[in-house]
């Protein structure tokens, strides 16, 4: 069993449809970020950063992960899937991977945050972070070409480098940012967004009662 410290934003939803995808057994502990719950005592012993998500594999001596991409390789490594076992392979996945923690998620986010939160529209702030996340959108686009997922050969195999990438991408509306004429990056979209474990995925944690989804979401860049 394995418990998943989570909430409602892209990060969160990787794991979910990560553990779904695996078919593995999980607690789901769902963080308010509204009132700071990360950054509870009790929390901060799980993931001293103060972030979501955080997993405790009961299973194996109840071992922590923080930070999302290390939970997707952890996870990965733990079953054999969604990840190849040869050094290539593996490090494509990984390439993919950390092209999403180190600059779509970043970016993008902070996207989120100047065009959606911020109480004063900084157009020169909102447009640049929203040119750089269409700029990584479209370096998704060109390696999608001709291949249905991001990592792997031939038209590539589905991976944790996909379900990190997309998590995010599938809210490029919130960010301002449209995709419309980026037609390779639109259709690895909707070609994940078919999959039962990403359809179940982004539904936990459910929004918690009392407060939008929304509310949620203003927390993303600092949670």
């Known amino acids: 069993m394995i418990d998943l410290y989570t909430a409602a934003t892209p990060n969160g939803f990787k794991i ?21 719950k990360q950054k509870s005592p009790a929390f901060l012993k ?9 997993i405790v594999d009961r299973d194996n001596d ?12 952890y996870l990965a490594e733990k079953t054999g899937q969604l990840m190849p076992s040869d050094l290539r392979g593996r490090m494509d996945v990984i390439e993919w991977l950390m092209f999403q923690m180190s600059g779509i998620g970043p970016m993008q986010g902070q996207a989120h945050v100047f065009f959606r939160y911020f109480p004063e529209k900084i157009q020169p702030v ?7 996340t269409k700029r990584l959108y479209s370096v998704l686009n060109n390696r999608l070409k001709n291949r249905d997922y991001l990592a792997g050969s031939g038209r590539g195999d ?4 996909d379900i990190a990438n997309w998590c995010w991408v599938r809210s490029h509306n919130w960010a301002g940012v449209k995709i419309d004429d980026l037609l390779d990056l639109s259709l690895w979209c909707d070609r994940i967004a078919v999959r039962p474990a990403a359809i179940k995925g982004v ?9 939008k989804t929304a509310d949620i979401g203003k927390k993303i860049i600092v949670t």
Do not use: C, W
């Open 16 to 36: 979910s449809i990560a553990l779904e995808e695996m078919g593995l057994d999980y607690k789901v502990h769902a963080i308010d970020l509204g009132r700071g």
């Open 46 to 54: 799980l993931n001293p950063n103060g972030r979501i998500p955080v």
């Open 62 to 73: 109840n071992f922590t992960v923080f930070e999302s991409g290390a939970i997707l390789i």
């Open 126 to 132: 909102i447009e640049r972070y929203q040119n750089e």
């Open 158 to 161: 589905y991976s944790i480098a």
């Open 203 to 211: 539904t936990i944690p459910k929004p918690i009662e009392g407060r």
